[in-house]
């Protein structure tokens, strides 16, 4: 019998959740997503000095200030990974601009130009979005551009919802961190039936299929393999190599779990505006707080990545 890996591949795109080049060429995903936290745990890997070396060469030599070679090293790792993965690289903007429509529009077109100046077409790359309020409207314009978003940072089918209004490629919602919250909270052990987070993806999942919504679910963040074949069949998902591991080296069937076929129970439709959006939202006690914990660790380890590349930069001086 085929390893579930393979199983699952069969009824879901997998998506790498890693900046590791090695391991996305091990395990031939179809996709490959990073994050500030994922680059620098990358940046700081001898095997791709090379990268951080040139974005530092080019930054001492034009002149360029730290953020601009930090996005630079993001692209230059997105390129490479699009040299590896058949499909989309998914590229973040900065988690600190994430009540800033402007900036964050500005920073994607930015991005994208950046990329197709290194011959990486925009249908190959998905643009990171915080999914607040203005991440969602930033979203609605760079869709309208055909510039594809991905909505990370997701915890509720309110987010789910507004992002489907906006026209969204792609959201994350992220299962993991929903049931960190729910075991500090209540002191309970779940199953993978009983896990508020794949119950939560489940529940978007019927949203998006019953009412014909064409945004993609990609279920992230997983804390174990049981929460991966709880959601088999969802549209994508993206998992970290040691998960990717633990299902090649399992076996044994891998029932087919989310089928558009046979959605039941759906939510009624939602029409979000911003203040329907941010009083549901702000009733989501869960969702409010892990979005905020999620913004701020994604913005420390851009300061830490950032405060590397100044001191790259300022030796190169």
């Known amino acids: 019998m085929a390893s579930k890996l393979e199983q699952l591949k069969a009824m879901t795109t ?63 790792f997105g390129t490479e990974l699009s040299k590896i993965v058949p499909g989309r690289v998914s590229t973040e903007v900065d988690a600190d601009l994430s009540f800033d429509v402007e900036a964050m529009v500005a920073k994607a077109r930015a991005l994208i130009a950046d990329y197709a100046a290194r011959g990486v077409g925009k249908e190959r790359i998905l643009i990171k979005l915080a999914s607040t309020w203005e991440g969602i409207r930033a979203c609605e314009i760079l869709q309208r551009d055909g510039i594809d978003c991905n909505m990370t940072l997701l915890f509720s089918l309110t987010q789910a919802a ?75 998902l993206t998992i970290s190599p040691q998960l990717l591991e633990e299902l090649r080296k399992s076996e044994g069937p891998l029932p087919r779990k989310l089928d558009p076929a046979t959605v039941k129970n759906a939510p009624a439709r939602m029409k979000l505006d911003e203040k329907n959006f941010r009083f549901q939202f702000n009733e989501d006690a869960m969702a409010t707080e892990k979005l905020s914990e999620g913004i701020r660790l994604f913005a420390k380890d851009l300061r830490a990545l950032r405060e590397l590349v100044e001191t790259r930069l300022k030796a190169a001086a």
């Open 14 to 76: 997998i998506v790498a959740d890693t900046g590791d080049m090695e391991s996305i060429r091990a395990f031939q995903p179809t996709d490959c997503t990073t994050n500030p936290t994922l680059i620098l745990k990358a940046a700081q890997m001898p095997a791709y000095a090379h990268l951080v070396d040139e974005a530092i060469t080019w930054g001492a030599r034009s002149g360029r200030n730290t953020g601009e070679v930090t996005d630079r090293l993001a692209v230059s």
């Open 162 to 236: 507004a992002c489907a209004d906006a026209g969204a490629f792609l959201i994350s919602p992220f299962v993991g961190r929903i049931l960190d919250w729910h075991v500090k909270a209540t002191g309970q052990t779940f199953t993978a039936e009983t896990d508020p987070g794949v119950l939560s993806v489940r529940n978007i999942y019927a949203y998006y299929k019953a009412h014909g919504v064409k945004t993609v679910v990609m279920g992230a963040s997983f804390r174990n393999i049981g929460e991966i074949e709880a959601l088999a069949g969802c549209d994508r």
